[in-house]
């Protein structure tokens, strides 16, 4: 069993390699040179503006990748590089759309490139997801190998404290992390190009459609992207009016653009007048007249049978405990929501209004995407007095670093830090961006007044908290986020 992944493999590997030793470890090498030497070939050509195109690229993305994520045996190096070539496919396109946009697209760099379809986009995203996925199993593969390897035995018992490092372990973890980080973000980017370009598709089938809204969703495993393209002119057309009298609209899964609040109002219906006459004494309204029977008739076409009763006897249903036996099971469990189905985005109109981030953006691409919590976990929690609660800026803790106590080099220790170099565990990711459909360029959401952007997200438990991503930063964060209400859900 892997140590590190938990899943079986095959140990009698000495002069062989792959997850069923299928390979000679020659064979695994020249595998491994022939497909790098491919795509540093595709990533110089992206650098200068040639690229496949998107069905040739994702066909290529097919040939490498397992058809299962489960039969995963790709070289990490492989999926290293297959990452960046991909990454410089996906900004390249994104780069085109936007000369293209602008009137200034490159003779050379733009002469033959085709522009994809919404199909084409969704396999291509759907290949990107599977790499992304693959790429991360091949480096779980890899620890399980280094650990099968590892030469132990001359391993001396130790006093040292539980978690203690030394200088020299913790800065090659921290370059480690940082590494981590680094690759993480280009993933990011590498889906966030490739969701505009599929937003252009989207804005492209809006207005040829004559349509005020489109949507592409899409889900791989943990991770749910949807993109979401409008008519910020028909804007109204997608808010509703809320409790506190604001209009706002809702982001959340599903095929519709966007929903109505949990606590909008219902619009009040139109009043009508009615007239009531009281009838004449003696008449009877309403199409039927019950008439008195004379006594010792009976009404109908039948008289009842008396049923004859013992005294204080109460008549019983016939086959009454196989009725209840042969009742349906309820099976109103099914229709809890799960807590992704709670995730949502409340987008109040001032958004669009000046002052507003979204103001004076006439085509709007929103992208609402749920992850795993891997998507995040390289990045730690900032804790206080690493950023300015105000502004988010990073502080600078050189001083504060340079008072602390000094310790021998080669001492194992503790540090109070040292939590910064573990996984964050994030209970519920979302992820949303907003791009210019009009320039493929990103929209910058900052400085934000109070109730302009609500994010609805569950909590385990009562000391969860709600913190983004500072890419810049590399950590979470707390700042400009203030809690407008909590809610108990049953999921």
């Given amino acids: 069993m892997g140590k590190k992944s938990g899943k079986a493999r095959c140990a009698c590997d000495y002069g062989f390699s792959g997850n069923a030793c299928q390979l000679t470890a020659q064979a695994k090498e020249e595998m491994k040179s022939a497909r790098k030497n491919a795509i540093s070939k595709m990533k110089e050509d992206a650098k200068s503006g040639k690229i496949q195109n998107s069905k040739a690229q994702k066909d290529f993305l097919k040939s490498v990748l397992a058809d299962d994520d489960e ?4 070289d990490p190096e492989v999926a290293d590089a297959l990452v960046e070539s991909q990454k410089s496919w ?24 085709e522009v994809p379809t919404k199909e084409e986009l969704k396999d291509m995203m759907e290949q990107t997801l599977k790499l992304r996925k693959q790429r991360a199993l091949a480096k779980q593969a890899k620890l399980d190998q280094d650990e099968l390897n590892k030469n132990d035995t001359n391993a001396t018992n130790s006093t040292r404290k539980a978690g203690a490092l030394t200088k020299a372990e913790r800065d090659a973890k921290k370059a480690e992390r940082k590494a981590l980080r680094a690759a993480k973000k280009e993933e990011m ?18 207005k040829s459609g004559g349509k005020k809204t489109a949507v592409a969703e899409q889900s791989y495993g943990e991770t749910y992207l949807k993109t979401t ?19 706002k609209m809702q982001i959340g899964k599903g095929a519709s653009a966007t929903e109505k609040p949990d606590d909008a109002v219902a619009k009040e219906p139109a009043t009508s007048t009615t007239t009531t006459t009281k009838p004449a004494s003696g008449t009877t309204t309403g199409s039927t007249t019950t008439t008195k029977p004379a006594s010792g008739t009976t009404t109908g076409s039948t008289t009842a049978p008396k049923t004859r009763l013992l005294q204080d006897a109460k008549a ?7 009725a209840k036996t042969n009742t349906t099971k309820s099976t109103d469990w099914k229709k809890l929501k799960k807590d992704e189905d709670f995730m949502k985005v409340v987008i109040n109109k001032k958004m669009f209004e000046k002052g507003g981030p979204l103001f004076g953006i006439k085509k709007p691409i929103i992208m609402f995407n749920k992850h795993g919590a891997d998507y995040v976990k390289e990045f730690p929690r900032g804790k206080k007095g690493d950023f300015d609660p105000k502004t988010g800026k990073k502080l600078n803790k050189t001083a504060v670093a340079a008072a602390a106590k000094a310790v021998n080099a080669s001492e194992a220790v503790v540090d109070e830090n040292d939590d910064q170099l573990e996984d964050t ?3 519920q990711v979302l992820e949303l961006e907003f791009v210019d459909g009009d320039t493929m360029e990103n ?8 109730g302009m952007l609500k994010v609805c997200m569950i909590m385990k438990d009562k000391k969860s908290k709600l913190q983004y991503v500072n890419e810049e930063n590399e950590q979470f964060q707390d700042d400009g986020i203030s809690q407008a209400s909590m809610t108990e859900r049953k999921t």
């Fill in 229 to 247: 393209v409008m008519d910020a002119e028909k804007i109204d057309e997608q808010m509703s009016t809320t409790a506190d009298g604001e209009k």
């Fill in 443 to 450: 929209i910058k959401v900052s400085n934000l007044t109070k």
């Fill in 316 to 322: 019983t249903a016939a086959n009454t405990t196989a």
């Fill in 90 to 113: 996906a900004e390249e396109m994104r780069e085109k759309f936007k000369r293209k946009k602008k009137g200034k697209a490159d003779a050379t760099k733009d002469a033959d490139w």
């Fill in 425 to 427: 565990n994030a209970t």
């Fill in 71 to 74: 039969d995963v045996d790709l």
């Fill in 189 to 206: 980017k590498m889906l966030r190009d490739l969701q505009s370009v599929q937003g252009n598709a989207l804005l492209e089938e809006m």
